[in-house]
Nanobody, 123 residues
Framework: QVQLVESGGGLVQAGDSLRLSCAAS????????IGWFRQAPGKEREFVAA????????YSADSMKGRFTISRDRDENTVYLQMNSLKPEDTGVYYC????????????????WGQGTQVTVSS
């Protein structure tokens, strides 16, 4: 079973940057696509970005293109989400998830989830 642990969240001001990390417990992590999702209070979980198992292709939500970048270090079993120019509406719990399928936007296609890391952006 793949275990995922997110880190890097915190309280920042609008315009600041954060880098989230998603570390996996298993080498099999390398064969999974990894996605980042976020959930704000009272809202549904929302797709943020995803990366294929090889790292060769990435996918981002339109509202975050140009601000958020996903990358992975396969040797370190870690996926990163670099978030720049943060806005108050980016506030939420950010989750990483692993999918054995080539389906990136739908959270129901992901088999394993981390516990999440809180990101709070003040205005």
């Amino acid at each position: 079973q793949v275990q995922l642990v997110e880190s890097g969240g915190g309280l920042v001001q609008a315009g600041d940057s954060l880098r989230l990390s998603c570390a996996a417990s298993e080498r099999t992590f390398r064969s999974y696509a990894i996605g980042w999702f976020r959930q704000a209070p009272g809202k549904e979980r929302e797709f943020v970005a995803a990366i294929t198992w090889s790292g060769g292709r990435t996918y981002s939500a339109d509202s975050m293109k140009g601000r958020f970048t996903i990358s992975r270090d396969r040797d370190e079993n870690t996926v990163y989400l670099q978030m720049n120019s943060l806005k108050p509406e980016d506030t939420g719990v950010y989750y990483c998830a692993a999918s054995p399928l080539a389906s990136y936007y739908d959270p129901s296609r992901y088999a394993y989830w981390g516990q999440g890391t809180q990101v709070t952006v003040s205005s």
